[in-house]
């Protein structure tokens, strides 16, 4: 057996590698697959196939659309540089989670909304908003998905095979371009839930082999507060002192909720902070809610929520205490502290945590198994990465640059959305240092930082849209443009400064940094809220005939609504049908040109005269309504069971 903390590349036997490429040929095979398969079908056909999901696969999606590779790495990272205290980032989700099956979702479906700008513009009219919240999601997606996915699947690549991290995400994005141009990401829906379920399977025996390594759970209880690295004193002839605290793991390491002041996640921030900015990921992010729409029924959408909650349990059992686990086997790599021991490692200096999951796959796992670990943790990491550039240049196509250009054509829309990818994929390139430094080097800290700084005013906007009847447009507006620059007056220095470490502390003032940012979010959230009702109780109301089932107090509401947003949808229609009525002249001058005008007086029906039919039904059969309420309260009392008892 090798040594625990030699470091030696670990997958490099023909079992591994045999099950990495077999691993990848099915993938690409089910991709060509599924791309002949998808062709011969529509695209009408595959999206109105909606809405007849039930509440499995709903709570599954959801689950699955959650957990990427970037929570593996960085839950067990930071599990392993300072405790379980990050576990209550996944387990403040239960109750979340409930709030969007039981407030949220039913507004949206009376709503009769697919996205969640077309919510906002349906309730307060105007396009700005919507503008603000593309532009805004956008650089969410760089800053805390492309990049940190990129980043997490880099760090699975350097523990295993020992490349250069760098190299390893252009091999990654090569792949990813490959997988995504041979039907990868029409192959996602065949492909999501088979690796989640490998992921959770693969996870779970990966946690019990590390448990075994290391004794039991008893055994982590005791060994965890001893795991120091044996090097502590820098070779280097430069002027630092590194105290005990920077390598000692911390003493409230088993605990959830942690002093207020001093503690790295302290109470307060965990307990309502975590819970801003997951109102904001689970109850307003388009592919959280999407999935939920989707569903056959609202009771379906309320029993997927449950699932899903249930679901989020497992995080601190299969990556938390398993980073925990890490650091107690290879305390000299995952807790290492000397700047130049740290570079040699894992190629930063502010410390090592995020090698513990992929240290302990390449290390723990038996022959074979490792290798399909590691494919899975990959093919999950791109079928995400494949996905993201997808939606974020179909946003940025559709929701921007037609703003900027309306007569673009359709090619040139497809020529920017291609080209938009390659900007964002150099942007998150770049942006890779930041994520490697930032809140010393724990990934998890550092996605929920800048969440923490972007994300409160848009869950403060949607909170008081779907809850309050008084909030407009100009409020909802200025709200956010508060926040954000109220949001930006924080992490713009703390990024120019650094977070620093425990070794080299950031010089960023104390007035602007020294609060924590999840107490951060809280303010940040309680200011754009008292803005938004001060500005909309300064200037006219909307009227009741505008809101019908758009606020939750109207949900029922039988009473014929007039949307805001009516005009402005006619235009955009108006201006995309006259390029196609000129192509279609043009091409059928001289034949079937009476066909073609009945068929375009058709569609022109068709697109003015979008009346329902009738009003979207949101009942729920009484038996199932009160079997899937009384779930939720089973899932509650779990959940304050387990925060009791690990507070």
């Known amino acids: 057996m090798e040594n625990p903390s030699s470091g030696k590349v670990t997958i490099s036997n023909p079992a591994d590698i045999t099950v990495i490429v077999g691993y990848f040929i099915m993938v ?36 699955a659309s959650n957990i990427g590779s970037g929570h593996f790495v960085g839950l067990a990272g930071t599990g392993a540089a300072s405790g379980i205290a990050v576990g209550g980032f996944e387990w403040n989700a239960l109750f979340i989670v409930l709030l969007l099956g039981w407030l949220f979702v039913p507004v949206y479906l009376t709503a009769e909304v697919i996205t969640m700008p077309e919510y906002l513009k349906k309730r307060f009219g105007g396009t700005r908003i919507s503008l603000y919240l593309s532009v805004i999601s956008l650089f969410l997606y760089i800053f805390t998905k492309i990049s ?29 371009a490959l997988y995504t141009v041979t039907g990868g990401l029409a192959a996602l829906m065949y492909t999501d839930t088979f690796q989640t379920v490998v992921i959770i399977a693969g996870a779970f025996v990966l946690t019990g082999f590390s448990f075994a390594q290391v004794g039991g759970y008893d055994a982590l209880l005791a060994k965890y507060s001893s795991a120091m690295p044996s090097n502590f004193s820098s070779m280097e002839p430069q002027s630092y002192n590194i105290s005990p605290e920077c390598y000692t793991p911390r003493q409230d390491a088993f605990n959830l909720l942690r002093d207020p002041t ?43 929520c449950i699932m899903c909650g249930y679901l989020k349990l497992l995080p601190m059992f299969l990556m938390v205490f398993p980073g925990m686990i890490s650091r107690v086997l290879y305390p000299d790599e995952v807790g290492c502290v000397v700047p130049e021991v740290c570079k040699r490692v894992c190629g930063t200096e502010v410390g090592c945590s995020n090698i513990a999951y992929p240290k302990l796959v390449v290390s723990v796992m038996p022959n074979g198994l490792r290798g399909l670990m590691l494919a899975v943790m990959l093919a999950a990491l791109m079928s995400s990465l494949a996905s993201i550039f997808n939606s974020s240049s179909t946003l940025f196509t559709m929701d921007i640059w037609t703003r900027i250009r309306p007569q673009a054509t359709e090619r040139e829309l497809i020529i920017v959305g291609r080209v938009w990818v390659l900007c964002i994929v150099a942007i998150s390139i770049c942006w890779i240092p930041v994520v490697q430094a930032a809140q010393s080097g724990q990934l998890f800290d550092y996605i929920q930082s800048v969440s923490s700084y972007l994300a409160p005013p ?91 089932r758009l606020v939750f107090s109207l949900r029922h509401s039988k009473e014929e609504r007039m949307d805001l947003d009516w005009e402005q949808e006619e235009k955009g229609r108006v201006a995309q049908r006259e390029p196609e009525e000129r192509a279609r002249e043009k091409n059928h001058r001289d034949s079937g040109a009476e066909e073609e005008e009945k068929s375009g007086s058709q569609a022109h029906e068709q697109g003015t005269l979008e009346v329902p039919e009738k009003l979207p039904d949101i009942s729920e059969d009484p038996l199932w309504k009160n079997t899937v309420d009384a779930n939720a309260l089973i899932m509650m009392a779990v959940a304050v069971f387990l925060w009791g008892y690990y507070a």
């Open 28 to 63: 690409m095979s089910v991709g060509i697959w599924s791309m002949f398969r998808i062709n011969r079908g529509t695209v009408g056909g595959y999206f109105l196939a909606g809405r007849t999901m039930t509440w499995w696969p709903v709570g599954a999606s959801l689950f």
């Open 262 to 304: 001093t503690g790295d996640l302290p109470w307060p921030g965990v307990v309502f902070g975590i819970a801003i900015v997951g109102g904001w990921y689970w109850c307003t992010d388009q592919v959280i809610v999407q999935r939920c729409l989707a569903a056959r029924s609202l009771t379906h959408v309320k029993a997927g």
């Open 458 to 548: 848009i869950a403060s906007v949607f909170l008081l849209a779907v809850f309050v009847k008084r909030v407009n447009e100009t409020g909802a507006f200025w709200g956010l443009i508060g926040g954000l620059v109220m949001g930006l007056c924080r992490m713009l220095p703390e990024f120019w400064f650094g977070t620093g470490s425990c070794i080299f502390p950031s010089s960023c003032p104390f007035l602007v940094c020294g609060v924590h940012y999840l107490h951060f979010g809280i303010i940040l959230f309680f200011c754009t809220s008292v803005l938004v009702l001060v500005v909309s109780h300064c200037t006219e109301p909307i009227d009741d005939q505008h809101l019908h």
């Open 148 to 176: 940190v996915d990129m980043f997490s699947g880099a760090v699975f690549i350097q523990q295993a095979l020992g490349w250069n991290i760098y190299v390893a995400v252009i091999s990654l994005l090569l792949i990813t």
